[in-house]
């Protein structure tokens, strides 16, 4: 399955795609494509229905979420190939991002139970997010992001950085609530989020809990520290992190906000909740293993 807003050849992924399985003894898969309305929920709904034991998803983050909300809790496999701007799922996940080594994590390669994200309503495996988050990504296009990669994230913090914060509560698990200053919000399933920010490193898509980031720079400093972070460079980003397995948002006026790098509805509210390992992924060899024969 694949999104052709992301693939700048189809044919020939195509071609790729079928000659690895078949040197692998793996029939031809099943060819499906997502669109602007449909951005993979049917598909996948076809592909589990159709019997496919693995579904190679190649297109974006959101993408992926939203195949991934269809194959929670079944069976069936998926299999992230490298397209997209972000990916960030993938380098998490440490897969490599040549299509043929990934094709052969299908058939070869191990599988790995992930934990599944919901931000009001839309699943997701990377994060959502509320403010700047949100901001970097409604400023950056494609283009530039092409051009010169995720240093294109920085230059969209450049142009906000004399923007007020906001006041936000946060109650975590209905038990406890905070309230803060802050200039974004993001609920992460894992470490490395969108716009490569390398902000929570011990966080891990199957522990069963959400990591809640919240960024809030002051002065100069901090700043600097925030946008080495964008641009991968070593440090600690100005941060206070959080853990919980649901997340109840509330800011003071109404914020951009994002869900796996694809905006979402603005608001001053934000529900996030965790699926404990309901989701099964193609990894390197090294964890459960099966042989599979189906693919989509």
């Known amino acids: 399955m694949i999104n052709p807003a992301r693939v700048a050849d189809p044919a020939a992924l195509r071609r ?28 996948a709904r076809l592909a589990i229905d159709a019997g496919a034991e693995v579904v190679f998803v190649g297109g974006g983050d959101g993408t992926i979420g939203a195949v991934a909300a269809e194959l929670a809790d079944t069976e069936t496999v998926l299999a992230a190939l490298p397209f997209g701007a972000g990916n960030v799922l993938a380098r998490n996940l440490g897969l490599p991002r040549d299509v043929t080594a990934l094709v052969r994590l299908a058939t070869r390669g191990g599988r790995r139970r992930i934990d599944l994200g919901v931000a009001d309503g839309q699943a997701f495996t990377v994060a959502a997010g509320i403010g700047l988050d949100a901001q970097m990504l409604a400023v950056t296009s ?117 869900v796996d790098g694809d905006l979402i509805a603005p608001s001053d509210r934000l529900t996030v909740t965790i699926r404990p390992r309901v989701l099964t992924v193609c990894v390197e060899s090294g964890g459960a293993s099966s042989t599979l024969g189906g693919a989509s």
């Open 142 to 258: 494609s283009r530039v992001k092409r051009l010169i990669g995720w240093p294109a994230y920085g230059l969209a913090v450049l142009r906000h950085l004399h923007e007020p914060h906001f006041a936000v509560s946060l109650t975590l698990d209905r038990t406890t609530t905070i309230v803060r200053r802050v200039r974004a919000v993001v609920v992460a399933n894992v470490g490395r989020l969108p716009g490569g920010l390398a902000l929570v490193p011990g966080a891990r898509p199957d522990d069963g809990r959400l990591d809640v980031v919240l960024i809030a720079p002051h002065g100069l400093r901090d700043w600097v520290r925030l946008l080495a972070a964008v641009v991968r460079r070593p440090g600690a980003p100005p941060v206070e992190t959080f853990a919980a397995a649901e997340v109840q948002l509330v800011a003071d006026h109404v914020q951009p906000r994002e």
């Open 16 to 43: 790729l795609v079928q000659t690895v399985l078949a040197q692998d003894g793996w029939p031809e898969p099943v060819w499906l494509e997502t669109s602007v309305e449909d951005p993979g929920g049917s598909q």
